[in-house]
């Protein structure tokens, strides 16, 4: 069985089993009792959000790119998310606490871009001679930073928490480098 093949069967396998459970969403639903967070993550494999952090089906919208960077086009990401998301919008309202969480990892890809500055300046939509305050190869550095960032964002909701964290692909455990508070205090 190739590949394509494989996937496809451990699709239907997933549709019974969702399907028995009745936890298929086949429509989008006006509130979202079970989001809790919009999560900003790297494409690398090792690291899927649904993996190491144990999501369940409609707990968290991720995002991902190289290195789960905050860039201009995860900003617009963002943004038509929110516009799209009356979801996002009601469902802190709904009770309880929403998160934004930038995820970042040990050993990641990026590092090996740093060879390549012209690109990844571009990437970040900056200058080269600004790629060192992006701190590429730190990931504490980075998400600290990456944070920090969406702080300035005006759009995103003061009280959803914002936190940063780094997972160590060594050990699968998650480091919270930034601990969990309101975008905005005022
Ligand atoms: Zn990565």
């Known amino acids: 069985m190739n590949t394509l093949d494989s996937m496809l069967e451990r ?4 549709a019974a089993q969702q399907s028995a459970a009745g936890t298929l969403m086949p429509s989008l639903p006006q509130a979202t009792p079970n989001l809790k967070a919009t999560i900003i993550g790297c494409v690398d494999m090792r690291v899927d959000p649904v993996h190491i952090l144990g999501l369940k089906p409609g707990e968290a919208l991720v995002i991902r790119n190289i290195g ?3 860039t201009p086009a995860v900003l617009e990401e963002l943004g038509l998310l929110g516009r799209i998301g009356e979801v996002i919008r009601q469902s802190p ?12 990892h040990t ?3 990026i590092t090996r871009l740093t060879g390549d500055p012209a690109r990844l300046a571009h990437f970040f939509q900056i200058q080269e001679g600004d790629l060192q305050a ?5 990931p504490r550095a980075a998400v600290a930073g990456d944070v920090a960032l969406l ?4 759009a ?11 997972y160590d692909v060594a050990t699968g455990l998650v480091e919270i480098v ?3 508070a309101p975008i905005r205090t005022t």
């Open 151 to 154: 702080r300035t964002i005006p």
């Open 68 to 70: 789960g960077r905050i």
């Open 93 to 104: 309202a709904a009770g309880g606490e929403f998160h934004l969480i930038v995820l970042q």
């Open 178 to 180: 930034v601990p969990a």
């Open 107 to 109: 050993d990641c890809g």
């Open 134 to 138: 992006k701190a590429v190869t730190d």
């Open 11 to 14: 699709n239907k396998e997933f």
């Open 156 to 166: 995103l909701p003061a009280k959803w928490l914002i936190s940063g964290l780094v």
